[in-house]
């Protein structure tokens, strides 16, 4: 009787479904059991995760417990979470932790403690030391990066057409990777760039960071745009800020921006760049290439090299760049020219400004000393609309006999207007200016300290006095060839100037200037001068060279 019951039971349950139903009708009501509500799966909560890579014995990863380990990183993160690694201690192996961050709730990598910074150290065969793929929204602080074969930081994105948000890089020393460049762009010490065709990188931070030294390619690198396309649709980054931070003793360029609208490098360093004895295509110290409304302001970049007679310079507005300004820097004692503006590649790059700018001792490689301090120039059908160079100040003592100002190369084309205006040349050579009939000069003054008389070259030909100058090709009505009277005129020490260049009382630069965006729709002479000093407001009054 009893397992007669027990089957009823179960060929009940069988028939009548998910329910458990006494009967199942015939002879009584049915009683349906309530289906219990389903625990909620609760919400990942952020938290702290602490490593101490000199303790024994591996923890759980709270304070009191810390991984020893960046193994155990090897994990998803959610946004808000917080990698603290310990100062004072070293941790080896490569880190590549897991998850993105969301706006406002990024994932930290950062220090906790006292003492010097947490060093992270790649292993002989680790290609990154820090490499984050596909992942957005973190910000990584306080740390020593050493080895890497190719990379120190590597943040790249390899995913089709796919935008990456908010990478902050802060107050790290990122030196010493083991591999060797034969290839200019093959390796970086700082190494932020999609690949992925149409990915994009925006909202990113290089603050206080020091790249080098190291015989790989780059010092730090930002490209916000990923897998060169060649056409004019390829997305572009934005919002892109390198600041107070240095890049020295590389192969390769020093700091350098690629594919990205709203980028700046400001307050930075850059030096020793270019040191391979042979990769490729000819690097510079600080520069920018398809570059949109981008700004390069109070740098300083020197002692730049080149492997060729080309290049080797301390700022560079390349092509496919528009709408950028040059301003404030201070370039001294390299290979190659102290400011350059190329267009190539069948682009016609618009609207470049180069001002308030000191430049000295510059082209210290005789071979290349023809690209003069202030270089333009195009090839490959590229071309030139509007570039604007005013209120800069040269001190130039070239390897070989040059000019300061070179277009030779450069094919001027559009409406824009393309001037050399305000300028002061402190020149220990007579070559002052080469140029074609594309550029127009005026307000400018020239100086050979050496006795003899400047000399202008125009469209071939060279003229030894300013009026045959002046008659021959109507250029620098208004200029003059006199002494500046410059604090300190030769000076090209390590640091931005205090007093060297400034002009003494009764220089005949003070005044002789003019507001050269007169009448021009859109151009502005600034704020300031290259020493911080304010800008005449009531349209006169400015004076020749970088000191107002």
Same mark, same amino acid.
């Given at each position: 009787?009893?397992?007669?019951?027990?089957?009823?039971?179960?060929?009940?349950?069988?028939?009548?479904?998910?329910?458990?139903?006494?009967?199942?009708?015939?002879?009584?009501?049915?009683?349906?059991?309530?289906?219990?509500?389903?625990? %909620?799966?609760?919400?990942?909560?952020?938290?702290?995760?602490?490593? !101490?890579?000199?303790?024994?014995? !591996?923890?759980?990863?709270?304070?009191?417990?810390?991984?020893?380990?960046?193994?155990?990183?090897?994990?998803?993160?959610?946004?808000?979470?917080?990698?603290?690694?310990?100062?004072?201690?070293?941790? /080896?192996?490569?880190?590549?932790?897991?998850?993105?961050?969301?706006?406002?709730?990024?994932?930290?990598?950062?220090?906790?403690?006292?003492?010097?910074?947490?060093?992270?150290?790649?292993?002989?065969?680790?290609?990154?030391?820090?490499?984050?793929?596909?992942?957005?929204?973190?910000?990584?602080?306080?740390?020593?990066?050493? =080895?890497?074969?190719?990379?120190?930081?590597?943040?790249?994105?390899?995913?089709? /057409?796919?935008?990456?948000?908010?990478?902050?890089?802060?107050?790290?020393?990122?030196?010493?990777?083991?591999?060797?460049?034969?290839?200019?762009?093959?390796?970086?010490?700082?190494?932020?760039?999609?690949?992925?065709?149409?990915?994009?990188?925006?909202?990113?931070?290089?603050?206080?960071?020091?790249?080098?030294?190291?015989?790989?390619?780059?010092?730090?690198?930002?490209?916000?745009?990923?897998?060169?396309?060649? *056409?004019?649709?390829?997305?572009?980054?934005?919002?892109?800020?390198?600041?107070?931070?240095?890049?020295?003793?590389?192969?390769? !360029?020093?700091?350098?921006?690629?594919?990205?609208?709203?980028?700046?490098?400001?307050?930075?360093?850059?030096? *020793?760049?270019?040191?391979?004895?042979?990769?490729?295509?000819?690097?510079? =110290?600080?520069?920018?290439?398809?570059?949109?409304?981008?700004?390069?302001?109070?740098?300083?970049?020197?002692?730049?090299?080149?492997?060729?007679?080309?290049?080797?310079? !301390?700022?560079?507005?390349?092509?496919?760049?528009?709408?950028?300004?040059?301003?404030?820097?201070?370039?001294?004692?390299?290979?190659?020219?102290?400011?350059?503006?190329?267009?190539?590649?069948?682009?016609?790059?618009?609207?470049?400004?180069?001002?308030?700018?000191?430049?000295?001792?510059?082209?210290?490689?005789?071979?290349?000393?023809?690209?003069?301090?202030?270089?333009?120039?195009?090839?490959?059908?590229?071309?030139?609309?509007?570039?604007?160079?005013?209120?800069?100040?040269?001190?130039?003592?070239?390897?070989?006999?040059?000019?300061?100002?070179?277009?030779?190369?450069?094919?001027?084309?559009?409406?824009?207007? /393309?001037?050399?205006?305000?300028?002061?040349?402190?020149?220990?050579?007579?070559?002052?200016?080469?140029?074609?009939?594309?550029?127009?000069?005026?307000?400018?003054?020239?100086?050979?300290?050496?006795?003899?008389?400047?000399?202008?070259?125009?469209?071939?030909?060279?003229?030894?006095?300013?009026?045959?100058?002046?008659?021959?090709?109507?250029?620098?009505?208004?200029?003059?060839?006199?002494?500046?009277?410059?604090?300190?005129?030769?000076?090209?020490?390590?640091?931005?100037?205090?007093?060297?260049?400034?002009?003494?009382?009764?220089?005949?630069?003070?005044?002789?200037?003019?507001?050269?965006?007169?009448?021009?729709?859109?151009?502005?002479?600034?704020?300031?001068?290259?020493?911080? /000093?304010?800008? %005449?407001?009531? =349209?006169?009054?400015?004076?020749?060279?970088?000191?107002?």
């Amino acid at each position: 009787m009893i397992q007669r019951s027990l089957c009823f039971v179960v060929f009940s349950a069988l028939l009548c479904g998910a329910s458990l139903i006494t009967g199942c009708g015939g002879g009584g009501a049915a009683t349906t059991v309530p289906t219990p509500t389903p625990t %909620p799966t609760p919400t990942p909560t952020a938290a702290a995760y602490y490593f !101490d890579c000199s303790q024994p014995s !591996d923890g759980n990863g709270t304070l009191a417990s810390p991984w020893n380990s960046i193994k155990d990183a090897a994990r998803d993160f959610i946004p808000g979470d917080q990698l603290l690694l310990k100062r004072g201690t070293t941790c /080896n192996g490569r880190l590549l932790p897991l998850g993105s961050g969301s706006s406002g709730s990024p994932i930290v990598i950062d220090a906790y403690g006292t003492g010097s910074l947490p060093i992270l150290k790649g292993g002989a065969t680790d290609q990154s030391v820090l490499q984050l793929s596909d992942q957005q929204f973190w910000e990584i602080d306080n740390l020593e990066i050493v =080895g890497g074969v190719n990379y120190g930081v590597f943040i790249t994105g390899t995913a089709t /057409n796919t935008p990456m948000h908010h990478i902050y890089l802060k107050n790290l020393n990122v030196h010493d990777a083991t591999g060797v460049s034969t290839s200019r762009g093959d390796s970086g010490e700082v190494m932020v760039s999609g690949v992925g065709i149409g990915s994009t990188l925006n909202d990113i931070l290089i603050d206080g960071v020091t790249a080098g030294p190291s015989k790989v390619s780059e010092g730090i690198m930002v490209s916000g745009g990923g897998g060169w396309t060649g *056409n004019s649709s390829q997305p572009l980054g934005n919002n892109i800020v390198i600041q107070n931070s240095t890049a020295h003793d590389v192969y390769g !360029d020093g700091i350098l921006l690629l594919e990205m609208t709203n980028g700046t490098v400001q307050n930075s360093v850059v030096y *020793n760049s270019g040191l391979c004895p042979a990769c490729g295509s000819t690097p510079s =110290g600080l520069w920018e290439w398809w570059c949109n409304s981008c700004t390069i302001q109070n740098n300083e970049s020197y002692a730049n090299k080149s492997w060729e007679s080309y290049d080797g310079g !301390d700022f560079d507005i390349d092509n496919y760049d528009n709408e950028n300004i040059v301003q404030y820097n201070y370039g001294h004692d390299t290979a190659g020219y102290c400011i350059a503006v190329f267009g190539a590649e069948s682009s016609t790059d618009t609207n470049n400004i180069v001002r308030y700018n000191v430049c000295s001792n510059n082209e210290r490689n005789a071979a290349g000393a023809a690209q003069g301090d202030i270089r333009m120039a195009t090839w490959d059908n590229g071309s030139l609309n509007g570039v604007q160079v005013y209120n800069n100040t040269f001190y130039w003592n070239p390897a070989a006999p040059a000019s300061v100002v070179s277009t030779i190369d450069a094919t001027f084309v559009g409406s824009a207007p /393309n001037f050399f205006k305000n300028n002061l040349v402190y020149a220990a050579t007579p070559g002052v200016v080469t140029v074609n009939s594309g550029m127009v000069l005026d307000y400018n003054l020239y100086w050979d300290s050496g006795g003899g008389a400047p000399q202008w070259t125009w469209n071939g030909k060279t003229y030894s006095s300013l009026a045959d100058f002046q008659t021959a090709s109507g250029q620098d009505a208004h200029s003059l060839v006199a002494d500046p009277l410059l604090n300190d005129p030769t000076h090209h020490a390590t640091g931005k100037p205090a007093s060297a260049f400034t002009l003494q009382p009764g220089s005949p630069a003070i005044g002789a200037g003019a507001n050269v965006c007169a009448g021009l729709t859109g151009c502005s002479m600034g704020s300031q001068d290259f020493f911080g /000093n304010p800008l %005449p407001t009531g =349209g006169t009054g400015f004076n020749i060279g970088a000191f107002q």
